[in-house]
């Protein structure tokens, strides 16, 4: 069974930049013909997409985000990782990763992870 | 942009009943790429359906999906407790190529 796991700190200054990283077990990322992807929650609202990654490296982004996020992948520890800079109060949420199923659909979350951005 | 709106916001309903949830997208859409989610509190979404109308793996048969073009359904034939949560559908394709809906809250009446 394919699990992710988000690790990264849950707090950032303000200004600073958001690094996330995922750890895909049971399964490999160099072999899955899906992109995998990031996704936020803030507090109490609904779901933003952030971006995705296939394991080649190719890359898609949110374009109200896209300024400040770089997602990457490093096949030789099965992990892919979120950054974000120059963050706000307004990127505080709960960030997901997850792997796209068929139709793009989103079959595996991580349990999600909850970044506050204040001083 | 594509936008998906959901309606109701919430619905109030008891165990037995039937919920019916909508969503319209803001131009007609491939149905291969509309997908529902359920989000209980504390928790990661959960794929219900991809392609509109196909059930994930182990989601069971009171749940289904349908609907083409810009309306979307998402229908719980009988809701059971475990049932009562949030509910999101998402769409891929346009820009940004991802998005989701504003969630539709099935609560118990």
């Known amino acids: 069974q394919l699990q992710l796991q988000e690790s990264g700190p849950g707090l950032v200054k303000p200004s600073e930049t958001l690094s996330l990283a995922c750890t895909v077990s049971?399964?490999?990322?160099?072999?899955?013909?899906?992109?995998w992807g990031w996704i936020r929650q803030p507090p109490g609202t609904g779901l933003e997409w952030i971006g995705h990654?296939?394991?080649?490296?190719?890359?898609h982004y949110n374009p109200s985000l896209e300024s400040r996020v770089t997602i990457s992948v490093d096949t030789s520890k099965n992990q892919f990782s979120l950054k974000l800079t120059s963050v706000t109060a307004a990127d505080t949420a709960v960030y997901y990763c997850a792997r796209h199923y068929s139709g793009w659909s989103l079959l595996y979350w991580g349990q999600g992870t909850l970044v506050t951005v204040s001083s | 942009e594509i936008v998906l709106t959901q309606s109701p916001g919430t619905l109030s309903l008891s165990p037995g009943e039937r919920a019916t949830l909508f969503c319209r997208a803001s131009q007609s859409v491939s149905s291969s790429y509309l997908a529902w989610y359920q989000q209980k509190p504390g928790q990661a979404p959960r794929l219900l359906i991809y392609?509109?109308?196909s059930r994930a793996t182990g989601i069971p048969d009171r749940f289904s999906g349908s609907g083409s073009g810009t309306d979307f359904t998402l229908t719980i034939s009988r809701l059971e407790p475990e049932d009562f949560a949030v509910y999101y559908c998402?769409?891929?394709?346009?820009?940004?190529?991802?998005?989701f809906g504003g969630g539709s809250k099935v609560e118990i009446k």
């Open positions: 049971g399964g490999s990322i160099s072999s899955s013909p899906y992109y």
């Open positions: 998402q769409h891929y394709g346009g820009s940004p190529p991802l998005t």
């Open positions: 392609g509109a109308s």
């Open positions: 990654i296939y394991f080649t490296g190719t890359t």
